[in-house]
């Protein structure tokens, strides 16, 4: 359901600095970050920074020269998006994490690619002293967004969440890693493990990492439905034909992987104690068993927490990506 009142939305991570509403750089030395009541009526909380850990942060981030690359799609594109992703089956294995991990309710979440914000919505709701954040980069979906008293918008791009200050106890990328494309399959993956990998720097001492995709298993080779699917997908040349056999994402690509792919994945970005749920395997048409080597597919739940917070003390991100090169 669309509402006319559009909430107010965060242009960028820096402008809600600008703004006063936030201040999401890694600020050193600074106890505390506030989010102050923005014109919509949305509430404010605090966010505890953790200095050490930006610290920290900003060293990864130029230890690897982190720059990320991602493709947009188009509005045409993220119009399909705006729909419920989350069936019964998914919502109530995340639940029971939740209710196991934070069994007063009492948490600050983050929703990258978090879209019209349905998903918060229905955490809101379901745990009524929780707040969140929904960032997007796509402004269409982000307008779509139902105000709320305890929700706050950002317009970014999921690949700069480093940039936002820490302390939330959930950051949950649902069906949004896989659109982290870049200009080819290896980029695109550095993209993902960058990602995930900033995200353990913005969780809170108990926090926790929650991820919805999309898992493909190959019929013999275990990823070979994600090279294939790539390929053909962001394919400029053929993107008409793609897009008429069914592909939203042609000309971008699309980046899904085996489950043991996006294990290693959030491993190497530094998730630790990743634990995995799944829906029911869905039906293979043949033409993707013939064509795509798809074996099977179901969504999956990853969970886990960071190393951070499992405080191994020699975890280095230029070592991890080094180590993409075997795959
Ligand atoms: C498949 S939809 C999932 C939406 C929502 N998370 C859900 O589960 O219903 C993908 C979402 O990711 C967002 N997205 C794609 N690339 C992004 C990026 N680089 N940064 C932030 N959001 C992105 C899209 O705008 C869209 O909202």
């Known amino acids: 359901m669309r509402h006319r009142t559009s909430p107010y939305i965060a ?4 402008h809600s600095k600008q703004a006063g509403m936030m201040n999401p750089a890694p600020t050193l030395g600074s106890r505390r970050s506030t989010v102050t009541p923005a014109q919509s009526g949305l509430s404010s909380f605090a966010i505890p920074s953790r200095p050490l850990i930006c610290a920290m942060a900003c060293w990864a981030s130029m230890s690897t020269g982190a720059s990320m690359a991602v493709k947009r799609l188009s509005d045409a594109q993220l119009e399909a998006f705006d729909t419920e992703h989350v069936s019964p089956a998914l919502w109530d294995m995340l639940v029971r994490r939740i209710d196991a991990q934070f069994p007063h309710g009492r948490l600050r979440f983050l929703d990258v690619g978090g879209g019209s914000g349905r998903f918060a919505d229905r955490l809101l709701a379901r745990y009524p002293h929780a707040h969140g954040v929904v960032l997007d980069n796509s402004r269409l979906l982000l307008a779509r967004n139902k105000p709320h008293a305890r929700k706050f918008l950002i317009e970014e791009s999921a690949e700069n969440i480093g940039l936002l200050d820490g302390g939330y106890d959930l950051v949950f990328f649902n069906w949004v890693l896989h659109h982290l494309v870049g200009f080819d399959y290896r980029e695109s993956v550095e993209n993902v493990v ?5 995200a353990a720097y913005l969780l809170s001492d108990r926090g926790h990492i929650s991820i919805f995709e999309n898992v493909y298993d190959g019929l013999l080779v275990a990823n070979a439905p994600s ?7 962001s394919a400029n040349a053929i993107a008409p034909l793609i897009h008429r056999l069914g592909a939203n ?3 971008i690509g699309v980046c899904f992987q085996s489950k043991r792919a996006w294990e290693r994945i959030l491993h ?9 749920d799944e829906d029911e395997h869905k039906p293979v048409p043949w033409p993707w068993k013939a064509f795509l080597h798809v074996g099977n597919l179901r969504c999956g739940l990853f969970w886990g927490t960071s190393v951070l917070n499992q405080s191994l003390p020699k975890y280095r991100l230029a070592t991890t990506l080094d180590s993409l090169e075997r795959h």
């Open 249 to 251: 994402t042609a000309r």
């Open 227 to 233: 090279h294939i699917i790539f390929r053909l997908t």
């Open 268 to 276: 190497e970005a530094g998730m630790a104690t990743v634990g995995f």
């Open 11 to 14: 242009k960028s991570v820096a």
């Open 194 to 198: 960058r990602t995930v990998h900033d």
